[in-house]
């Protein structure tokens, strides 16, 4: 979306925020309400509120301090089996927390996620609610698309992470109304979600108009229908002794076909893959890079926008470059480091055979473009992501040490960096004012292949799943499979959806999170790499990551739903998810 946030941003936040949550508020100042209602551009700046709200992308805040852990933002990937931080600080953040299972911060967290969608759908439901006041025309169509599709989505947020919530579709003032509200079944949170995300379908344009680019339009809607039928399809959603929890019974099957006729639906729009071009494996690799470098492509569903000259104070900037690259380029952080676990989920190609003293040759296209590794090409020099020995002496290559006057740089604990997302032509200039300026896709039609895919194969549609997959696997230069299990299947979108949003969520849908999301060897223990030449021969070792990092991971089964805020129970009275104490 090209439109700036301005001043009157500033005023409408005033307007349309809750500083204590849903049924608690302060007197706030405001703009005349029909001002708004009646001026075109504060239309549209009141809807930026609810862009900004639904993702932090690639902003994240890391604060140490007990003070300020709450405000933290984390990049969610981080959870998974599939990348990590290197700053040994950063496990004393919320982020670390709640990777340790720590009841405070995920209460804390999840209060903080509570509050904040309440406070959009309370703004929501206000533009909702006064929309006669808004003049007839294209804008007020495409204001009220985006309001019953963000109406959804933040629905559809809150029921991911705490079950069945209480669905908010009036204007409602705590200050005059004593009302309270029931949690909803699982029943009721698919038909709020599917009511509000078909209005917006048909509301929304297929394509926005020049200048409007990045906002929500009718694939984004159908996406989210079928999204949610997707998620309330999953076996560990069925036969719940708490409606709220999931079904009473089992609705796999039902939900699996509304999922496919959503799909197939979303499929019918002009949505593509991205071509991927190139005759050498480092082309191939920087053109499927280059995916994730074009902002709001034929492949784009929903993004998360970023201001195109980096600028972090005006557009909602971010330094993903300078907190993944290495040191050696101006690194600070290696924030996005690869694990093992996910370089081994990269199949061969060419019916090569893996080597484990040429672990990097031959392997899937995608790997090369989405991980740095020992030996690859970054930015015209080769990678030394390793170590010489003299004798007992470990010297670290360029890659493995910090550089200029940042002598607290992080490096890389896990032997890769992240090539994915990042920029090889970004300049890391360290102003805190300027930063990089890639989009976070939410949504993209590869995920929609995928999704649909797994669709078809849970319905026993083996060749159908098949065709979708390969279509994927072809857009890479990567063989057709010519059978397909659901480990492929798996395994398949884990490679083409590395280190995007959509894997943490995958692992809570299949109910992995217990194996994924802990750290004792008996589940999932991280696997490193470490390289070392020693008298010239480069010797390659995976091994457990055994710090206290990887050990500290507890997840529990009554993780999977998040406690609600203890005093919303107390007012509403309904039950809190189970096993939950107040802390």
């Not at 069945?164 to 698919?190: C, H, N």
């Not at 676990?341 to 392997?363: Q, T």
């Not at 090409?377 to 360029?398: C, D, L, N, W």
Request: net charge neutral; with cysteine; proline share 4%.
């Amino acid at each position: 979306m090209k439109t700036k946030i301005s001043i009157l941003l500033v005023s409408l936040a005033l307007l349309v925020s809750s500083c204590e949550g849903l049924f608690r508020e302060r007197p706030i100042d405001k703009l005349p309400e029909d001002m708004i209602w009646e001026t075109p551009q504060l239309l549209d700046n009141y809807v930026l509120g609810w862009y900004r709200s639904m993702n932090y992308g690639f902003s994240i805040y890391m604060p140490t301090t007990a003070l300020f852990k709450g405000l933290g933002r984390e990049y969610l990937p981080w959870y998974t089996d599939q990348i990590t931080v290197s700053r040994a600080d950063w496990f004393g953040t919320a982020y670390g927390d709640i990777l340790k299972g720590s009841t405070q911060a995920i209460t804390q967290k999840a209060k903080t996620e509570w509050n904040n969608h309440y406070s959009n759908l309370r703004s929501i439901n206000l533009l909702i609610a006064k929309q006669d006041k808004i003049a007839e025309g294209k804008q007020k169509q495409r204001i009220l698309g985006e309001a019953h599709f963000f109406r959804a989505y933040y629905h559809y947020l809150l029921w991911r992470r705490f079950g069945g919530v209480i669905i908010m579709r009036e204007v409602y003032d705590p200050l005059i109304e004593k009302k309270k509200f029931p949690r909803a079944t699982y029943d009721e949170m698919v038909s709020a979600i599917i009511r509000d995300a078909q209005e917006a379908a048909r509301l929304l344009e297929e394509k926005n108009e020049s200048g409007d680019e990045g906002r929500v339009t009718k694939g984004a809607a159908l996406m989210l229908q079928a999204k949610t039928y997707l998620w309330a399809s999953s076996p560990i959603f069925q036969n719940k002794k708490e409606s709220y929890l999931g079904f009473t019974e089992d609705r796999k099957n039902p939900m699996l076909e509304k999922a496919a006729a959503a799909y197939e639906e979303l499929l019918k729009l002009p949505y593509r893959l991205m071509p991927v071009s190139g005759n050498t494996e480092r082309e191939i690799a920087l053109s499927y890079r280059n995916i994730f470098l074009t902002k709001n492509s034929e492949e784009s569903i929903l993004e998360v926008q970023t201001s195109d000259d980096g600028n972090i104070e005006n557009g909602n900037g971010h330094k993903l470059d300078e907190q993944a690259i290495s040191p050696y380029w101006g690194g600070t952080l290696a924030a996005y480091t690869p694990l093992q676990n996910h370089v081994d989920e990269y199949g061969m190609r060419d019916g090569a055979v893996y080597n484990p003293k040429e672990p990097y040759k031959n392997r899937d296209y995608r790997f090369y473009a989405n991980v740095l590794y020992d030996g690859c090409t970054f930015r015209e020099r080769k990678m030394e992501i390793h170590s010489v020995y003299q004798g007992t002496t470990a010297i670290p290559g360029k890659d493995l040490k910090p550089y200029g006057a940042d002598n607290n740089a992080a490096v890389s604990i896990t032997g890769y960096y992240m090539g994915k997302f990042v920029n090889e032509t970004q300049s890391i200039d360290k102003k805190p004012d300027k930063g990089s300026s890639q989009n976070y896709i939410i949504w993209r039609y590869a995920e929609a292949l995928l999704d649909y895919a797994e669709v078809k194969f849970e319905q026993g549609e083996i060749d159908k799943a098949l065709e979708f997959v390969n279509q994927i696997r072809r857009r890479v230069h990567m063989p057709d499979l010519s059978s397909l299990s659901r480990e492929q299947l798996d395994n398949e979108r884990r490679v083409e959806m590395a280190f995007e949003e959509t894997v943490y969520w995958d692992i809570y849908r299949w109910g992995q999170a217990e194996k994924k999301f802990n750290g004792d060897a008996a589940n999932t223990p991280w696997k490193i790499m470490r390289v070392g030449i020693v008298n010239g021969e480069i010797r390659y070792r995976i091994s457990d990551f055994n710090s206290e990092q990887a050990k500290m991971r507890y997840f529990k089964d009554y993780h999977y739903y998040w406690p609600i805020p203890w005093d919303e129970v107390r007012y509403q009275g309904f039950d809190q998810n189970p096993e939950w104490q107040e802390t």
